[in-house]
């Protein structure tokens, strides 16, 4: 344990000092201000450090999650820049840096601990352009209540009832299966199965962005919204299939607002469909009881225009003064290979955070959730036949539902500085009887300028 103790020891002894500081004001959300302009920059840092002793493991694959006391850090840096061409039209520009890395190069487990880490560590932390997209809004109604800003939403003003289009270089889950309570990596959960769907296969490069269009028709009560976006050439690619007749994601929403007990709610219901050149787990496997290969290989069944189908229910309600509770439902086919996300067929996810106001600490945030992730019959029988994914394979397999529970807690520091620690425990990982469980505990640094 000989590397994740003193991050664990820091961890512990950073919390302490910020839990012990004087209270801090809620209204200063960034560490520099912004002025109430056409205009919109800022910027952010986060990094997060994380470390796991050994734990049992019999036999370890290409695709395992390394059994060894280990620690990596990740940080991305990313600079916003967005301008109000006209009360209803806005240009939004991202670059980004994403560097470090994560335990055992981001494999092995199907819900991963940091939603930061770029799955192909070959690409460096060199700049890149991460979202670019023009947000047009068509008012259907007189009334214009200010919004508060944000770097991907710089309209100073909504109409209550509007068309809202988005089209350029985006994230999918910048519009669809959002969370106030399970979305954030920077100031909330880091696992990829709490702040996403896991069974979510939404279209993205490797580093979780896409191209396309998203059109939104929103009202008090109500909100629907649909996406055509572009799936990678090859499973966690970097590269666009722009061949759209065969290669696109659908992706549907429907949001509903409640009231539930004089509290607030909200309710999305999504589902999409992925067209990509994909392998079959059906094929792989019938290639094997042929006799033509020993172990099976999904890249060698992909044909262009396969279909991915999934269904997702997504809810957050407010339970009491500063409480609020999540909760999160997916599955896919599992017929074709997971593709853009990661390896989840099936999940249910349920968490909370809670304000601190109760011990002077209004603007930190205690959260806790579980999840359980699961695989369709031929995508668990392709891994036991020693088949690998873009993020399993431990070359046999002795499945059962990969588990996890995630707590953090994040203080703010002064204004838009923030410390976190957090502790994750994960019942076999990669759906693996035979390995685990896995502990991680992690520190994070996160600025908002």
Excluded: C
């Amino acid at each position: 344990m000989g590397t994740s103790v003193p991050l664990l020891r820091a961890a512990a002894l950073a919390v302490a000092v910020v839990a012990a500081a004087s209270p801090v004001r809620a209204d200063d959300g960034y560490l520099l201000d912004h002025p109430d302009a056409p205009w919109w920059l800022s910027g952010q840092l986060n990094a997060i450090g994380q470390a796991q002793p050994g734990f049992h493991a019999p036999y370890t694959g290409d695709n395992s999650f390394r059994p060894d006391d280990h620690a990596a850090l990740s940080f991305v840096i990313t600079a916003y820049a967005g301008y109000e061409v006209t009360p209803t039209t806005a240009i939004v520009i991202a670059g980004e840096s994403a560097g470090g890395g994560g335990l055992s190069d981001a494999i092995g487990i199907a819900g991963f601990t940091n939603l930061d880490v770029v799955r192909n560590p070959t690409l460096g932390a060199a700049p890149y352009l991460g979202r670019a997209f023009v947000d047009q809004v068509i008012p259907l109604s007189d009334t214009r209540p200010p919004r508060d800003r944000d770097p991907l939403h710089v309209l100073r003003a909504l109409p209550e009832r509007r068309i809202e289009i988005r089209a350029g270089k985006l994230s999918t889950v910048d519009v669809f299966d959002v969370n106030a309570v399970g979305s954030d990596s920077h100031l909330q959960f880091m696992n990829w199965a709490v702040d996403n769907n896991g069974a979510y296969d939404y279209a993205a490069d490797t580093r979780g962005y896409t191209l396309g269009l998203t059109v939104e028709y929103a009202e008090p009560g109500w909100a629907v919204r649909f996406g055509e976006l572009a799936m990678p050439t090859v499973a966690n690619g970097i590269d666009y299939d722009l061949d759209l007749a065969h290669a696109r994601g659908e992706n549907l929403e429907l949001e509903l607002h409640d009231d539930l007990g004089g509290r607030p709610g909200t309710v999305r219901l999504l589902g999409y469909i992925n067209h990509a050149r994909m392998g079959r787990y059906a094929d792989a496997i019938a290639a094997v009881q042929r006799g033509e290969v020993a172990v099976p290989d999904i890249t060698a069944s992909r044909q262009r225009g396969r279909i991915k189908v999934g269904a997702g229910i997504n809810a957050e309600h407010e339970l009491g003064e500063g409480l609020r509770g999540f909760a999160r439902l997916g599955w896919n086919d599992g017929a074709t290979e997971s593709f853009a996300y990661t390896e989840i067929d099936n999940t249910i996810a349920l968490g909370a955070d809670l304000r601190g106001t109760a011990w002077s600490r209004g603007d930190d945030k205690l959260g806790v959730a579980a999840v359980s992730n699961g695989l369709s019959d031929d995508h668990r029988r392709y891994l036991a036949l020693g088949g690998k994914g873009f993020l399993l394979g431990d070359g046999r397999l002795r499945y059962g539902r990969e588990t996890l529970v995630e707590a953090y807690y994040t203080a703010r520091v002064h204004r838009g500085s923030f410390v976190a620690t957090d502790l994750q425990l994960i019942a076999r990982p990669g759906y693996n009887q035979d390995r685990g469980p896995v502990t991680v505990g992690s520190l994070r640094l996160h600025l908002e300028l």
